[in-house]
């Protein structure tokens, strides 16, 4: 098992900057990848990063690419996604999520731990 925690949510003004992490602990040996998704009211949750833990390469969503940067921190078994030039449409409920399957991917069922969410506001 690997638990994850989320955490760096809040209230920003459009344009401003936010960073959240996540923090894994159990069997973080088993980890191929790590991933970041969101989740609106009413809405699916949507994808939005990854990077492979094994080579550090990185994903993003089309709509965060250019604003949003993830990385990861091996040593302390925790990955980070910094926002920039944040929107209205950005709010929402932020997941880190972790998979141990040998692939990275966007899509949820791929991942089988989940942190408990950190809301992200926008206001415009």
């Known amino acids: 098992q690997v638990q994850l925690v989320e955490s760096g949510g809040g209230l920003v003004q459009a344009g401003g900057s936010l960073r959240l992490s996540c923090a894994a602990s159990?069997?973080?040996?088993?980890?191929?990848?790590m991933a970041w998704f969101h989740q609106a009211p009413g809405k699916d949750r949507l994808f939005v990063a990854a990077v492979s833990w094994r080579d550090g390469n990185t994903y993003y969503a089309d709509s965060v690419k250019g604003r949003f940067t993830m990385s990861r921190d091996n040593a302390k078994n925790t990955v980070y996604l910094q926002m920039n030039s944040l929107k209205p449409e950005d709010t929402a409920v932020y997941y880190c999520a972790a998979g141990d399957r040998g692939i990275v991917t966007t899509f949820t069922v791929e991942y089988d731990y989940w942190g408990q969410g950190t809301q992200v506001t926008v206001s415009s």
């Open positions: 159990g069997r973080t040996s088993s980890m191929t990848a």
